[in-house]
């Protein structure tokens, strides 16, 4: 047994003092005004709140990653199908939105499944021949211009229905809190799709999969606006909490406030965040309880297992291509609900957010900083290196200053100076370079 593995399996401290470490700097930021920390509450919460979206985020790599072995390089794409959810789901209808073209729309898309469909029955059906692959062929072409006939109208009408304004169906206008269940659906079924395709191949044909069903599925997002306007933005999405200006127009609360003695701008926005903070901490404890129970079934001992061995696996007379299908399904769906989550804390969708550095590249670095494997460990991860991402920013410039006080005003000061806000990427990859080469099982790794 080695070294690393003996200091995980002998720590049972390690992971509450690293939490207690985290919920110290969560309060310092809130409570002390200092270089390093603002003193403000309503900061320290939305970083917190962000950094409990980012955590469930992590828990669904680390499903992929920590107990199967999947390499998921799309996260963005499935965070971003979940951000799709509240649009669909919580927002009013369009008027006119639905009757210019929204039947339509429907049936294009049920053309479309249909003929990949039948395109595959027919593939497995005949014999193989030169003659399966010209009739397929001729299917899929027949189906195309099927679906683009019955499409492209459809939606030339939708998006000239009110188009300064709308210009897209709208939703359900349902509960905004159904939609977050929703994203994990949506997600879960892109998952199923690409994992069909790439899954029982060699894994880095799964990477290759998941990068480019990420980008189509943002690039559709940013395109499509009949769908949800595009690069035009939705916004006023519903909220699942309170309005900070009916919280200020609120006597009772005006009063309330004055008793906490804070201002009641300030006390409404604390109030708000501490209202999405409990309704994320409900979801993230739920999924760690599903998640931990998972683990340590039969099922989550067969996924690590297949993890470690898929060849022993497979002679044991385990599915491990059904299996991992299972798992980035499963997956998928938690990053989905992230995604929803997302979205309704910021009420806005706006598909050119969607960067691949920040919702790809600083995930994993939230899973392997914390513990690969370890569910507590992804969600340790996940809000301190997102408390961290967002400080860099501030104490760039602070270090970059007493870094170059020697220097002489002007050429390499002014030019140091001027980089210092990309502080952020340096400091994410020398965390990053420091737990690889001190602890690379993570922070708080698997037992």
Same mark, same amino acid.
């Given at each position: ?39 403000? @509450?309503?900061?320290?919460? #939305? ?69 990949? #469909? ?107 606006? @009949? ?32 008793? @906490? ?187």
């Amino acid at each position: 047994m080695s070294t690393n593995r003996q200091a995980g399996a002998s720590s049972p401290w390690r992971a509450p003092i690293l939490f207690a470490i985290l919920a110290l700097l969560i309060i310092l930021e809130g409570s002390w005004r200092s270089a390093l920390f603002s003193g403000s @509450w309503n900061t320290a919460l #939305a970083i917190l709140n962000m950094g409990l979206i980012s955590a469930i985020t992590a828990l669904g790599v680390n499903m992929q990653w920590g107990y199967a072995g999947l390499f998921n390089v799309g996260v963005v794409g499935f965070l971003a199908l979940g951000g799709l959810a509240p649009v669909l789901v919580s927002l009013p209808p369009v008027e006119g939105g639905w009757a210019a073209g929204g039947p339509r729309v429907l049936v294009a898309l049920a053309s479309g499944l249909g003929t990949l #469909a039948l395109a595959v029955v027919l593939w497995r059906k005949l014999a193989k021949s030169w003659l399966r692959g010209l009739v397929v062929l001729a299917v899929l072409i027949a189906g195309f211009v099927l679906y683009r006939e019955l499409f492209d109208p459809a939606v030339t009408a939708i998006e000239a229905n009110q188009s300064a304004r709308y210009g897209n169906l709208g939703g359900l206008g349902w509960p905004v809190l159904l939609s977050w269940p929703v994203g994990g659906l949506f997600a879960a079924a892109a998952a199923w799709g690409v994992g069909k395709v790439a899954l029982g191949l060699r894994s880095d044909y799964l990477a290759i999969a998941t990068l480019g069903i990420g980008e189509i599925i943002v690039a559709v997002l940013k395109n499509e606006e @009949w769908l949800a306007r595009g690069v035009k933005n939705i916004t006023s999405i519903p909220r699942p909490v309170g309005y900070e200006i009916q919280l200020q127009q609120n006597p009772e609360f005006q009063q309330a406030a004055a008793n @906490w003695g804070f201002p009641v701008a300030e006390a409404s926005g604390i109030w708000v965040k501490l209202s999405y903070m409990s309704l994320f901490l409900v979801v993230l404890l739920v999924l760690i309880l599903l998640a931990e129970l998972a683990l340590k079934s039969p099922w989550g001992r067969m996924m690590r297992a297949i993890r470690d061995n898929e060849t022993a696996a497979e002679a044991m007379g385990k599915n491990v291509t059904n299996r991992h299908l299972q798992v980035f399904v499963i997956g998928s769906a938690v990053i989905g609900i992230a995604g929803a989550m997302m979205i309704t804390l910021d009420g806005l969708m706006a598909p050119t957010g969607y960067n691949p550095l920040r919702y790809t590249f600083l995930i994993w670095v939230m899973v392997i900083v914390g513990g690969s494997g370890n569910n507590w460990g992804a969600v340790l991860g996940a809000v301190l290196i997102w408390f961290l991402w967002i400080k860099a920013e501030a104490w760039g410039p602070q270090l970059m200053s007493l870094l170059t006080s020697p220097l002489p005003d002007g050429g390499l000061k002014s030019h140091l100076m001027s980089s210092a806000a990309h502080m952020r990427f340096i400091a994410m990859g020398a965390v990053l370079l420091l737990v690889l080469r001190f602890a690379p099982r993570g922070l708080v790794p698997e037992k």
